[in-house]
């Protein structure tokens, strides 16, 4: 399983929410750029960028940071937030990302996911974030009826690379994965699932290793910043 720490980017700044709201924020860095590469000299080999701003104006606004991140660190990089049309796509990859992860766009246009993923092979993932079960939009500012297994089952047939499973209710909150949710997702479908929200111990991500097979690998954010999760310790649990 592969460990993606997460550099969310609000302003300018790496940054962690409490469940997504925009008014809990935490400061970390200044400097993304130089985030990510204490992330990288720790081993990871993988990074998981949010633009947390993009995710509300349905645009990127962070763009700036992110590609610093890509010119300076040799890692492959996944970015989620205001990803909504071939264009940015596009841009983005051609930029360096490795993945492009589409949320809102996968509920309001999944025409556009399958679209994307024919044209970008392995390059695009999708976001799943839900609370209760139920998927949420536009920065998880809008609720939807749309569940969430049934989301990722609706694109078994598009190519898509992975679905990144968050839950908002423990993103951010120090209060572990919802692993019984995430396992359920991810014995439901054939792609590759990647859970994020709540992970704060070794202990979490041993908990995700026992989701079996589909289970691709985990985000922590605000555990590495805290210092709750050492990188190295966290990297050496996952590939054991």
């Known amino acids: 399983m592969i460990l993606y720490p997460a550099i969310d980017l609000k302003d300018g700044n790496a940054v962690r929410l409490v469940h997504g709201d925009m008014a809990q924020e935490t400061v970390f860095n ?19 960028l949010v633009d947390l701003n993009g995710a509300f104006a349905g645009e990127p606004v962070n763009a700036a940071p992110v590609e610093a991140i890509l010119e300076q660190t040799k890692v492959p990089a996944q970015l989620g937030g205001g ?51 139920r998927v949420a939009t536009k920065g998880w500012a809008t609720e939807t009826d749309v569940d969430a297994t049934e989301l990722a089952k609706s694109f078994e047939d598009a190519g898509v690379a992975a679905i990144i499973y968050t839950d908002i209710n423990r993103d951010g909150a120090m ?34 290793k026992s989701c079996g097979a589909q289970l691709n690998g985990a985000i922590s954010g ?19």
């Open 222 to 240: 605000r555990a590495l910043y805290d210092g709750a999760i050492d990188l190295k310790e966290a990297l050496a649990v996952m590939k054991a």
């Open 175 to 208: 209060k572990g994965p919802n692993v019984e949710a995430t396992a359920a997702l991810a014995n439901a479908v054939s792609i590759p699932v990647i859970a994020s929200g709540g992970v704060s111990s070794l202990d979490d991500l041993r908990a995700l």
């Open 83 to 133: 990803i909504r049309d071939m264009a940015t796509i596009a841009r983005w990859i051609d930029k360096g990302l490795a993945r492009v992860i589409l949320g809102t766009v996968a509920v309001e246009n999944p025409d556009l996911v399958r679209e994307a993923a024919k044209e970008f092979p392995g390059k695009v993932a999708v976001g799943i974030d839900a609370r209760g079960g």
């Open 30 to 48: 200044e400097n993304p750029a130089a985030q990510a590469l204490e992330f990288v000299k720790a081993g990871c080999e993988w990074l998981h």
